[in-house]
């Protein structure tokens, strides 16, 4: 096997792995969070639905694209690939958005309540958590919808002018107008929630350095303190998402321009735009609290059961 191919094949591979283990890890901790909390704060169900999509993401574009470099061919039917890609593109639009909806319902829920209106909706936030997945599940199933029509299996020959190769799949859009269409309408939309996602993280940023210059006061109160704690948590991401989204965007734009895709093209954008699935969760594992504090009492519970075997073992004995 070629040394670029081992390389990428590797780098997907190791990509893909440790993102779907990141991800499951946070939503089983949640799991077990949900289990022994009466209800979710909205930031906790936020990052668990980021954490799906995410796992999304990874199952429907890492996994596939991996076995394609490692060369397996013919994975997928059109049927096949009609719902991989649609599975992927809405799965890869919720993680903007659901990581826009974390940033702007943690600058609301660390605002200083400036008025009766803005107490009002920072005390119905849990309420419009679930209204809220509903309607970017909605928004983004209709976004998405045109790149089903198009997605069909490999044929064998050249691959057609318009068309996104992505190896395991083809994605022809038979045309200028709508390859062009399709890229303006998705750039369209993540560069919305994007420009959303940084100004409310902007917010917080301002309120976290007022809270640096009054930390004494602001100490007297914990729950004041956890909340910036989850509010640079969320900064975190905010800016981890901000600089692969760039990179994305930057090839993604290239890509509009040429009529014909090199390979190593559309492979780096793939890459790029599974980085933040699978660098994600491991910042929510380390920037919160009640995620190491399940992962802890786990792992003590699973070094535990295997001491109580050999003891159960010596008295039956």
């Known amino acids: 096997m070629d040394l670029c191919i081992t390389i990428k094949g590797v780098s997907f591979l190791l990509q893909t792995g440790l993102g779907i283990m990141g991800n499951v890890l946070v939503l089983a901790a949640y799991g077990h969070v949900a289990l022994m909390e009466p209800q979710l704060l909205p930031v906790d169900r936020i990052m668990a639905h980021l954490a799906f999509a995410n796992l999304m993401l990874l199952l429907t ?27 992927y593109r809405v799965s890869r639009a919720l993680s903007v958005c659901l990581t826009c909806m974390l940033s702007v319902f943690q600058a609301l829920t660390v605002a200083p309540a400036a008025g009766p209106q803005l107490a009002k909706l ?9 209204p809220t997945f509903i309607g970017l599940w909605l928004l983004n199933m209709a976004v998405c919808i045109a ?17 996104l190769n992505l190896g395991f799949c083809h994605v022809n859009f038979q045309d200028n107008l709508s390859y062009v269409i399709n890229g303006a309408a998705v750039s369209g939309r993540d560069f919305a929630f994007v420009g959303l996602m940084l100004g409310s993280s902007g917010y917080i940023l301002v309120l976290l350095h007022k ?99 050999s003891v159960d073992k010596t008295n039956f004995k």
């Open 122 to 130: 920072k005390a119905r936030l849990h309420q419009l958590v679930m």
């Open 211 to 309: 809270h640096s210059q009054q930390v004494r006061a602001i100490r007297r109160s914990q729950g004041t303190s956890m909340e910036m704690r989850v509010a640079k948590t969320v900064v975190m991401l905010v800016v981890l998402y901000a600089v692969f989204f760039g990179i994305d965007n930057v090839i993604w734009i290239y890509m509009l321009t040429v009529a014909q895709v090199p390979a190593i093209v559309a492979d780096m954008r793939v890459f790029f735009s599974s980085c933040y699935a699978t660098l994600s969760p491991f910042f929510m594992i380390s920037s919160n609290k009640k995620l190491k504090e399940r992962m802890v009492c786990a792992a003590r519970e699973y070094k535990q059961e295997p001491a109580k075997e």
């Open 61 to 87: 574009r890492g996994v596939p694209q991996t076995m394609t470099v490692f060369g397996m061919r013919q994975l997928l039917n059109d049927s096949g690939c009609k719902v991989v890609i649609y599975g």
């Open 147 to 163: 790149a089903p029509f198009f997605s069909i299996a490999p044929r064998n020959g050249t691959v057609p002018a318009f068309t």
